[in-house]
């Protein structure tokens, strides 16, 4: 069909397949005007349906003032992809880690805060198990908790060597790199979420994007708290000029 049709304007909402789909018709001489979901909402008019999310798309998309989102490039989303699976996997060990002193907590056994003081009482428990006093089945359990953990950090480690490599290959997360506390995992996400930021005129845009200044519709109470961050989107500033 994107074929069939002679070149035109094709407004989309930036959902889950609007890359893919914005490709295909930019392949055809189509120009794709992808928009946050947020950008588009004010123009729904009364109750939501297919009819009208249609019209406040085509309107959204011709005013003057609307910041379109770049196509994503079949690597952006890749690497994407990548940083969710990893943030799944972090949750995991984090819940994991989570339960594990509740339960020994439940047996008169405290945990010291910090990941090191829990991995080193879960050796002992299960080490010297006859002197814990605790049963067959929570000294099989916390075994198990162990195993899962030490699973969860080499699955986890295998994406941040991916990450690490691509931060070494691509010039513009080289370039990201210099920025102080910008490593692999921050230079990959932001290449992923807004590649070459064309779209931002200055750093200050795109730093409100990432949630670095404060809204306007915000108490005093927030703008104080938003003030002590507000020297670091100027950080961000080169990654909006990279070629």
Known sequence: ??????????????????????????????????????????????????????????????????????????????????????????????????????????????????????????????????????????RGLIADVRVQWRELDKRIAVFDAEFAAFAKENEDARQLATIPGVGALIASALIAAIGKADTFKHGRDLAAWLGLVPRQATTQWVHRRANAHSRRPSRLAPFAKLD
């Open 1 to 138: 069909m994107a074929a069939q049709l002679s070149p035109c304007v094709v407004a989309m909402e930036a959902c889950c397949g609007a890359h893919h789909l914005g490709r295909l018709f930019a392949t055809h001489g189509h120009e794709v005007r992808l928009m946050s979901p947020e950008y588009v909402r004010p123009y729904v008019k009364a109750q939501k349906n297919d009819d009208r999310d249609a019209e406040a798309i085509a309107e959204a998309a011709t005013r003057p003032t609307m910041r379109f989102v770049e196509l994503k490039t079949q690597d952006q989303l890749d690497i994407q992809t990548l940083h969710r699976s990893r943030d799944r996997l972090i949750g995991e060990r984090t819940a994991l880690i989570n339960q594990a002193p509740a339960i020994l907590l439940e047996r008169g056994i405290v945990v010291p805060k910090g990941k090191r003081h829990l991995e080193e009482r879960l050796g002992v428990l299960l080490d010297e198990p006859d002197e814990q006093g605790l049963s067959g089945r929570m």
